[in-house]
T-cell receptor, first 112, second 113 residues
Framework: QKEVEQNSGPLSVPEGAIASLNCTYS??????FFWYRQYSGKSPELIMS????GDKEDGRFTAQLNKASQYVSLLIRDSQPSDSATYLC????????????FGQGTTLQVKP | DAGVTQSPTHLIKTRGQQVTLRCSPI?????VSWYQQVLGQGPQFIFQ???????GRGNFPDRFSARQFPNYSSELNVNALLLGDSALYLC????????????FGQGTRLTVV
């Protein structure tokens, strides 16, 4: 079992729709959770961080965390073609090593 | 403020050679981490340094080494390069150690031929 799992996609949504990206993790002691956006040929860009159960909203983005189910999700409202990218879920482990475990990423395609 | 800067941006090396990659963190950040990202996969953790001390090491061979300088910049060294070392090498800057937010530089694309 991979430590952080994401569906590789591609996930295709029409412009203006809600895109829902999901991630599961295996380490129950994980303390921090992040979503990164990576455009083709570029480096990952941090877009959301979440540390406690529930929802966290930032503009069109909402991160959701459920530690009991070991599940993190990212919702993108009013999706735009510029949102087309690979979205990486990253989990910070319970140990103090600073290590982030990344999923393989989900490719999102927003069609005009 | 300047973000994380890495150099060089691209590099081509021959098998068996050695390479040094450099990273300057965001001003005020004391932690630097290194990741390797091969095509189609998420980044894999190589090292974290905080206050010049190694705080974490990933599952990479001893050919990989790193250090952090008093100004918090860092170098990643890879010896005896293999074809499989071809990847995007990412440096991430964090304000502190532990599982905190990490901000990536633009990366160094290493090609081993």
């Amino acid at each position: 079992q991979k430590e952080v799992e994401q569906n590789s996609g591609p996930l295709s949504v029409p412009e203006g729709a809600i895109a829902s990206l999901n991630c599961t993790y295996s380490d129950r002691g994980s303390q921090s959770f992040f979503w990164y956006r990576q455009y083709s040929g570029k480096s990952p860009e941090l877009i959301m961080s979440i540390y406690s159960n529930g929802d966290k909203e930032d503009g069109r983005f909402t991160a959701q965390l459920n530690k009991a189910s070991q599940y993190v999700s990212l919702l993108i409202r009013d999706s735009q073609p510029s949102d087309s990218a690979t979205y990486l879920c990253a989990v910070g482990l319970s140990s103090n090593t600073g290590k982030l475990i990344f999923g393989q990423g989900t490719t999102l395609q927003v069609k005009p | 403020d300047a973000g994380v800067t890495q150099s060089p941006t691209h590099l081509i090396k021959t098998r068996g050679q050695q390479v040094t990659l450099r990273c300057s963190p965001i001003s005020g950040h004391k932690s630097v981490s290194w990741y390797q990202q091969v095509l189609g996969q998420g980044p894999q953790f190589i090292f974290q340094y905080y206050e010049k001390e190694e705080r974490g090491r990933g599952n990479f061979p001893d050919r990989f080494s790193a250090r952090q300088f008093p100004n918090y910049s860092s170098e990643l060294n890879v010896n005896a390069l293999l074809l499989g070392d071809s990847a995007l090498y990412l440096c991430a800057s964090s304000p502190r150690t532990g599982s905190s937010e990490a901000f990536f530089g633009q990366g160094t694309r290493l090609t081993v031929v």
